[in-house]
């Protein structure tokens, strides 16, 4: 079966450091990738998608990056954090394709972050 | 217009209640469509997906109106367990995007 893994869990980070998240899965092969963000109150909004090794696509202005480096590994990465960064970070995976069941995506347990 | 918009409630209804929640998209295009739940402070997990026939998977059950471009779901006889955030989600084209709505809180009473 399909897992997905996602560290740290929780994280306190001072303005300007830089961030690493990490997001792993296991079980399937050149998944879709996807990195979201939920501020407190908020819907979830799409940071990062990735249909391959080495392919993202960002869909908002921000400073923070996302690299592909393995078919099945996804990492969230700033190098100066900004307090508006705060936020509980959610990577996903769904399967490769054009088929309905494709957007059908599956998280991982997050990582929420506190910018002080 | 937001693409998928929700109520976000709170929603309170006593424990063995019927409770019905909507929701809107602005995009004619849309092509999937689902009901998430999340719980507090953890991920969002798939509840069910949205067919156009309408389908029901054990007390809850999603429907779609493509004309009037909203889904909804029913859930009934709630329990305590179903206390949680329900989000609308609507994949509407380009390649692999989802759209989340807000979400709306449901509180199960005793």
């Known amino acids: 079966s399909q897992t997905i893994h996602q560290w740290p869990a929780t994280l306190v980070q001072p303005v300007g450091s830089p961030l690493s998240l990490e997001c792993t899965v296991e079980?399937?092969?050149?998944?879709?990738l996807y990195w979201y963000r939920q501020a407190a109150g908020r819907g979830l909004q799409l940071l990062f998608y990735?249909?391959?090794?080495?392919?993202i696509s960002s869909e908002v202005p921000q400073n923070l990056s996302a690299s592909r480096p393995q078919d099945r590994q996804f990492i969230l990465s700033s190098k100066k954090l900004l307090l508006s960064d705060s936020g509980f970070y959610l990577c996903a995976w769904s399967v490769s394709g054009h088929y309905s069941g494709a957007n059908v995506l599956t998280f991982g347990a997050g990582s929420r972050l506190t910018v002080l | 217009r937001k693409e998928v918009e929700q109520d976000p409630g709170p929603f309170n209804v006593p424990e063995g209640a019927t409770v019905a929640f909507n929701c809107t998209y602005s995009n004619s295009a849309s092509q999937s469509f689902f009901w998430y739940r999340q719980d507090c402070r953890k991920e969002p997990k798939l509840l069910m997906s949205?067919?156009?026939s309408g389908n029901e998977d054990g007390r809850f059950t999603a429907q779609l109106n493509r004309a009037s471009q909203y889904i909804s779901l029913l859930i009934r006889d709630s329990k305590l367990s179903d206390s949680a955030t329900y989000l609308c989600v609507v994949y509407s084209g380009g390649y692999q995007k989802v759209t989340f709505g807000i979400g709306t809180k449901l509180q199960v009473i005793p």
């Open positions: 949205v067919y156009s």
């Open positions: 990735s249909v391959g090794i080495g392919q």
């Open positions: 079980g399937t092969s050149n998944p879709n």
